[in-house]
Nanobody, 128 residues
Framework: QVQLVESGGGLVQAGGSLRLSCVASGRLFSRYAMGWFRQAPGKERDIVAAISWSGSSNYYADFVKGRFTISRDNAKNTVFLQMNSLKPEDTAVYYC?????????????????????WGQGTQVTVSS
């Protein structure tokens, strides 16, 4: 069982920044691919970004490219999402997720079906 705890959400004005963190339990975090998803009210959950367990590969949804950065610190069992130039349409609950069986050190999943464990989510609200 892997527990994921997100933090760092909040209310920010458009153009501002937030940094989300997700801490994972256990000793095998360094072998998990990780992803960040978001879900706005009335909408489906979308992938935002993903990173391989080695950190060598990552993915960004088109709507965040150039604004968000995913990173990880395996020594601290933590994955981050740095969010800059935030827009009102970025308002959503943000979830981190762990894929405990990635294919190799460069793999990541872009579908939520590829993830085994999920955090409880953290609310991000961007005001205009």
């Amino acid at each position: 069982q892997v527990q994921l705890v997100e933090s760092g959400g909040g209310l920010v004005q458009a153009g501002g920044s937030l940094r989300l963190s997700c801490v994972a339990s256990g000793r095998l975090f360094s072998r998990y691919a990780m992803g960040w998803f978001r879900q706005a009210p009335g909408k489906e959950r979308d992938i935002v970004a993903a990173i391989s367990w080695s950190g060598s590969s990552n993915y960004y949804a088109d709507f965040v490219k150039g604004r968000f950065t995913i990173s990880r610190d395996n020594a601290k069992n933590t994955v981050f999402l740095q969010m800059n130039s935030l827009k009102p349409e970025d308002t959503a609950v943000y979830y981190c997720a762990a894929d405990t069986n990635p294919g190799n050190s460069h793999d990541y999943e872009t579908s939520d079906y590829g993830y085994d464990y999920w955090g409880q989510g953290t609310q991000v609200t961007v005001s205009s």
